[in-house]
RNA sequence: GCCCCCGUGGCCCAAUCGGCAGAGGCAGAUCCCUUAAAAGGAUUGCGGUACGGGUUCGAAUCCCGUCGGGGGCACCA
């Protein structure tokens, strides 16, 4: 091994372009870059201004927020960074002002599942993953300014996501402006009467307490008795969006039940409407918009009331045209009008069906209430067979005075709508199983389609047996029915949503302790902004309380709980010292992610969460450049497809309460958001199932082996746990970070994933190589530029390449912009390779079009052709018309679509002269003859097509 | 079940408005250099665009259907 890599280095030229040094060049070049904050970019105003003025053209690119996990880095987590970056870079080097930086979003539960493991405090561990991280990116010559690295876990950070909790617990939605309001100013409302109190008692004989519960049902932020999802496996309530579709935790997989806790929640359902129509004006991937869109949930439809006795059911549909097919009504179990409609006796005649042969109505629903409630979510989503039993009681429809029975059944879910229904089997399929199975009537109220066969009929047709509506369409009989239902009082025309309000207590230890107290009476009381930050305390243990998985009665426990010197405070919150009780709940992982763009642009000032010129400059709407819709924002986000919901709804939702309070001048957080894809990877398992190293496995006819034995190959994510990890460290020290950048941003368009394939990585440092070769002397190190002038071939050459590499860094085509610059270093090779050296117009054109993608090695080259200056801030080449322009054009010639000939005709040739051309050719007119072709369609600089 | 995206040489991928299927890389083949090997240099494209229809003078591109892959939602009234 040693005598063969002296042997080799032996037969290596002493100035090629290998991977040691590029390796050096790199990390001199990382060095100089920090020395003089080569990627500082300059604010308007305070400390991280020059003082001078700053460039109106400016551009604000952003990664999406990394958390430092332990791991480190794999190839395909810097897709995105290198992508960010060679835009960054592109622009930068085009003179604009370009903000680009890394921060962590850095609390979170690997950290603290460590702790608890380890007793290492997640402050120590979660430091140390940083600057492992910061190694790794800094290795790939990522161009950021380092001043702006901020870390959610910083108190001069999260002192400013208690602020903003603040400010959006002291404010409410006034839904007549359409806009958050400080809580003040709600307060002014009582208090002089506009507005009167839930129980029109005047507001200043209401009590503290009274007053606060009052404007509880108003904050942005509240605390809510509301059934939460609680995870006794884990420990915590989560998020509806943190649990499966199949009732388990998305994080350990535990079952998670329905239970009443005292949480945070944020409003965030007060913003439906803006959240949804807001996204028109976004410059984000449709298909990120249509699963906000779907998540939100926004559906037209109508309440409708319908009299049971004394009592009415308020029922949710979108169809209020078919409430003429209404012929049984729904309650979910968990109904609370249940109980009270429930009559002693079954009707006379009950069909046996019904009734689960329980005696009275209230033992059927006892026992059906039973028995759904200890269903977990998973066994009502696999088995959608209807079940229900009928309460004993009847509704009468309002439309036609019909007496319709009311049913429980769990297919009616209590969390959306009203938790009633009124079914119409006609119309609707499930509707249409459950009547099926006890014996129902249906009634068509829309007429099916010809020849239709189905059982229920959801699409569009004339209204039959619908009285007043028969013969409208279903938008008409929707319109009219509403109005009958709202001039009769039977019901209201009415919107309804999915997003339910976010919860936003964790019982966790890393994470932002709320800035709130509570008085002996239980109220939350905001702390002053000269209070904040609130400090999390050290503790002994870092586990919340976990429980038996099943344990739905358990009681959540925070570590916070147990640190009672903490959670015990006196203050005096302006009436003396007194004692009071701290929150022992902490923020979710998404509050530090839901602003930091903001931070970015001002992490120093600690006056202001950001200052406001530095925010409107950098984040500010731009109406000229973008239009008058122009919400503001950063101008490029990139980032997986994986938060497309989340974290960017919360971001949205967060920028909006801050813009409504002026804090911001824009509304939306992200103009521009762009999803890079994901770099796959082969993994291996044997005959056992077990993972084999990958980069061991060898491949021969199409099958592949690993030590002689035959294995089988997946395709998928790179893991630890599958044994094939490729990591950045690797592809620098094997072939230099320029290498790998190049490499990894010609895989393919930035959006699309793809598999990573080491053993191409070589193309990238060939050509690097092949580059280099063609500037440097391999054996002297001496430059090998000339000041011949190039030939118009060299400057076609060029010029071409500059046009067409611009628009591709432009829009993120770096794949194609970099077989460009191979393209222009072939054609360099070819006429140059055998002669004295590169005229220095070209090399110097392919050097700066080379920088975007690999930069250390164009900062030397740049460097040795006698720039003293650092090619970061340019300049970029612009293409020259004069070599664009052709002399001729050669035009394929079509015979009925077949290629039969070509012509070479003058660039500016008319039509007419190209189409005389083409049929003045010889073969084509010996194909054509005598005939009179019936068309020639010219289609100019493209081709000639002739069809006889 | 519903919705969205994607199928181009052996592999990763180009092809701007519907206009000659091929820019670039990997692998392969041949040759040059070399005592030899590696590295380097030169030359080299074998697929007609998953499949079946349609529109058009002309379709990878537009439309319909099928198959395959990926993703989202899912008893949301």
């Not at 309650?331 to 609370?336: G, K």
């Not at 107290?517 to 905001?526: R, T």
Request: with cysteine; hydrophobic share 35%.
């Amino acid at each position: 091994m040693s005598t063969d890599t002296a042997h080799d280095q032996d037969a290596v030229p002493a100035h090629r372009y290998t991977a040691a040094l590029a390796g050096s060049i790199e990390q001199r070049w990382q060095q100089h870059w920090e020395e003089h904050g080569t990627y500082h970019a300059p604010n308007p105003v305070g400390p991280l201004s020059t003082g001078k003025p700053v460039p109106d053209d400016k551009l604000f690119v952003q990664d999406m927020f990394p958390y430092p996990s332990g791991a480190g880095l794999h190839v395909g987590h810097p897709l995105g960074f290198i992508g960010t970056d060679v835009f960054a870079r592109y622009h930068r080097m085009n003179g604009r002002n370009v903000l680009h930086t890394m921060g962590f979003d850095a609390f979170g539960l690997p950290a603290e599942q460590y702790a608890v493991q380890t007793g290492q405090h997640p402050r120590t561990t979660t430091e140390t993953n940083i600057e492992t991280y910061l190694r790794q990116i800094r290795r790939l010559g990522l161009g950021h300014d380092e001043r702006r690295r901020i870390s959610t876990i910083d108190e001069g950070y999260y002192k400013w996501t208690q602020w903003i909790f603040l400010q959006v617990f002291n404010s409410w939605y006034d839904a007549d402006a359409g806009r958050a309001r400080p809580i003040d100013e709600l307060i002014a409302q009582f208090a002089d009467g506009s507005r009167p109190t839930p129980d029109g008692r005047p507001w200043a004989e209401l009590s503290g307490t009274e007053q606060q519960a009052v404007l509880g049902e108003h904050r942005l932020a509240y605390l809510s008795e509301a059934p939460v999802n609680w995870c006794p496996g884990l420990g915590t309530v989560l998020a509806n969006e943190e649990v499966t579709a199949d009732g388990r935790s998305e994080r350990g997989n535990f079952p998670v039940f329905r239970r009443s806790l005292r949480q945070w929640m944020m409003r965030i359902t007060a913003y439906s409407d803006r959240l949804i129509d807001d996204l028109e004006r976004l410059d984000w991937p449709e298909k990120v918009k249509a699963m906000q869109r779907n998540w939100i949930g926004r559906s037209h439809g109508a309440r409708v009331r319908f009299a049971v006795g004394d009592e009415s059911i308020e029922v949710f549909t979108t169809r209020p045209d078919t409430l003429f097919g209404a012929t049984y009504a729904v309650l979910a179990p968990e109904h609370d009008l249940v109980d009270r409609i429930v009559p002693d006796e079954w009707p006379a005649d009950v069909d046996p069906r019904w009734t689960e042969g329980a005696a009275t109505p209230a033992e059927a629903v006892a026992a059906y209430r039973r028995a759904a409630s200890t269903k977990s979510e998973l066994d009502r989503q696999e088995n959608r067979d209807k079940t229900g039993v009928f309460t004993g009681a009847y509704a009468v429809n309002p439309v036609n005075g019909a007496r319709v029975p009311v049913f429980v059944a769990d297919y009616v879910l209590m969390g959306y709508g009203t938790g009633a229904i009124m079914a119409v089997p006609g119309q609707d399929q499930r509707d249409w199983d459950f009547a099926t199975k006890f014996g129902l009537p249906v009634v068509r109220t829309v007429r099916p389609s010809d020849g239709f066969e189905g059982e229920a009929f959801t699409g569009e047709g004339p209204a039959i047996n619908s009285a007043f509506l028969d013969g409208m369409g279903v938008d008409d009989a929707k319109k009219t029915i509403i109005g009958w239902l709202e001039e009769h009082g039977h019901g209201r025309g009415t919107v309804q949503y999915k997003l339910r309000d976010w919860l936003f207590s964790r019982q966790r230890y890393w994470g932002e302790p709320f800035p709130v107290v509570y008085d002996s009476d239980g109220a939350p009381i905001a702390l002053p902004d000269s209070m904040l930050p609130v400090v999390l305390p050290e503790v002994d243990d870092y586990s919340p309380r976990t429980f038996d998985p099943e344990d739905a009665n358990s009681e959540p426990s925070p570590p916070l709980s147990r640190a009672t010197e903490w959670t015990e405070v006196e203050l005096d919150l302006g009436d003396g010292p007194k004692t009071y009780r701290r929150d022992t709940n902490t923020m979710p992982n998404w509050a530090g992610s839901c602003w930091y763009q903001l931070r970015y642009v001002d992490p120093t000032d600690d006056e202001r969460f950001v200052g406001r010129e530095n925010e409107r400059y950098w984040l500010g709407p731009r109406t000229t450049e973008h239009g008058a819709a122009d919400p503001g924002g950063v101008d490029l986000y990139i980032g997986g497809v994986e938060h497309a919901v989340l974290h960017l709804l919360y971001s949205r939702f967060w920028q909006k309460v801050l813009f409504d309070l002026g804090h911001v001048s824009g509304d939306e957080p992200y103009r521009r958001l762009f999803n890079q894809g994901y770099v796959q990877a082969y993994a291996y398992t044997d005959s056992r199932g077990t993972y084999v190293p990958a980069d061991q496995v060898v491949e021969e006819d199409g099958k592949f082996f690993f030590e002689g034995r035959e294995v089988n190959r997946e395709y998928g994510k790179m893991g630890k746990s599958l044994k094939n990890v490729v990591t950045p460290d690797e592809m620098a020290e094997t072939y230099g970070a320029d290498t790998f950048r190049f490499y990894e941003m010609s895989m393919g368009p930035m959006d699309v994933s793809r598999p990573w394939a080491t053993k191409d990585v070589v193309g990238a440092q060939r050509f690097l190589q092949r580059l280099w070769r063609n500037l440097v002397d391999e054996n002297t190190g001496e430059l090998r530029v000339t000041d011949e002038e190039p030939s118009e071939e060299s400057l076609r050459a060029l010029h071409r390449a500059v046009a067409g590499v611009r628009e591709d860094y432009e829009s993120l085509r770096y794949n194609t912009a970099g077989a460009k610059l191979i393209e222009l270093n072939n054609h360099i090779t070819k006429t140059y390779g055998g002669t004295a050296g590169t005229p220095r117009t070209i090399a110097e054109g392919v050097v700066q079009m080379l920088a975007p993608l690999s930069p250390h090695i164009a900062e030397e080259l740049w460097s040795r052709l006698g720039h003293g200056e650092s090619l970061a801030h340019g300049p970029f080449p612009r293409p020259d018309e004069r070599y664009l322009v052709v002399d001729t054009v050669e035009y394929p010639i079509q015979v009925g679509g077949k290629v039969r000939s070509r012509v070479v005709v003058a660039a500016g040739a008319s039509q007419d002269e190209v189409r005389a051309a083409a049929l003045a050719d010889e073969k084509i007119a010996e194909l054509v003859g005598t005939a009179t072709p019936r068309k020639v369609i010219v289609v100019p600089n493209r081709l000639v097509n002739i069809v006889l």
